[in-house]
Nanobody, 124 residues
Framework: QVQLVESGGGSVQAGGSLRLSCAAS??????MGWFRQAPGKEREGVAA????????TYSDSVKGRVTNSRDNAKNTMYLQMNSLKPEDHAVYYC???????????????????WGQGTQVTVSS
């Protein structure tokens, strides 16, 4: 079982930056991802990466503004978000799967383990 703990959310003005962190309790996963859920909307994928792969897939809505990275020694994943927009306002979740997934799909139901979420508020 994998436990995930996110941190780093907060409030910024449009154009600002935030870095989210996701600390995993074990290495018992193959795929990790970031998702977000805005008020009144469905949860959507932001980024996903397979363990052992150096390539992260990003959704079109954040591509070019967001960078995912990992610190394997700390078993922690980071999401650096720049040039934030009001439409980025959402609760952001870290997720993990014990299965090797296609990171381009970012299907919510494929991920078994979820963090508690961290709020990102972007004001215009």
């Amino acid at each position: 079982q994998v436990q995930l703990v996110e941190s780093g959310g907060g409030s910024v003005q449009a154009g600002g930056s935030l870095r989210l962190s996701c600390a995993a309790s074990t290495y018992a996963y193959w795929t990790m991802g970031w998702f977000r859920q805005a008020p009144g909307k469905e949860r959507e994928g932001v980024a996903a990466v397979n363990r052992g792969s150096g390539t992260t897939t990003y959704s079109d809505s954040v591509k070019g503004r967001v960078t995912n990275s990992r610190d394997n020694a700390k078993n922690t994943m980071y999401l650096q978000m720049n040039s934030l927009k009001p439409e980025d306002h959402a609760v952001y979740y870290c997720a993990a799967s014990e299965w090797y997934l296609n990171p381009q799909k970012m299907v919510v139901s494929d991920f078994k383990y979820w963090g508690q979420g961290t709020q990102v508020t972007v004001s215009s």
